[in-house]
């Protein structure tokens, strides 16, 4: 009789923190939805994984490996305003996102950072 009302307790018990669980779970993904967290954590993974490198900036841009900061400027202000007149926005946001990439490299490469 004992062994049949422990056994009652502990399915009956399991059944409540089994469900409780599950709740704080649905509960925590909403409130990520809510404050954004899910979303953000999604772009930034995707944003890694796509990362632009600098071979494929330079490709954009059309300029050498040896090219002047000046060259850079040059390239990417032809290509920006080109694009802004009589291209689409997806080549102009690639010819911006290139820019990025190598500003940062550069930047890394100057001589006043040494």
């Not at 694009?83 to 689409?88: C, D, F, L, P, Y």
Request: hydrophobic letters at 40%.
């Amino acid at each position: 009789m004992a062994a049949k009302l422990l056994a009652n307790l502990i399915i009956m018990g399991s059944g409540i923190l089994g469900r409780a669980v599950l709740q704080a779970y649905r509960k925590a993904i909403e409130n990520a939805n809510k404050t954004g967290v899910a979303q953000e954590t999604i772009n930034n993974i995707r944003r890694a994984s796509r990362a632009m490198t600098e071979q494929e900036a330079r490709q954009i841009l059309g300029i050498p490996e040896h090219a002047t900061w000046e060259e850079v400027m040059q390239k990417y202000d032809t290509l920006f305003e080109r694009n802004a007149q009589h291209g689409s926005f997806y080549l102009q946001s690639k010819v911006h996102r290139a820019k990025e990439c190598l500003e940062a490299i550069y930047q890394q490469n100057s001589p006043a950072n040494s």
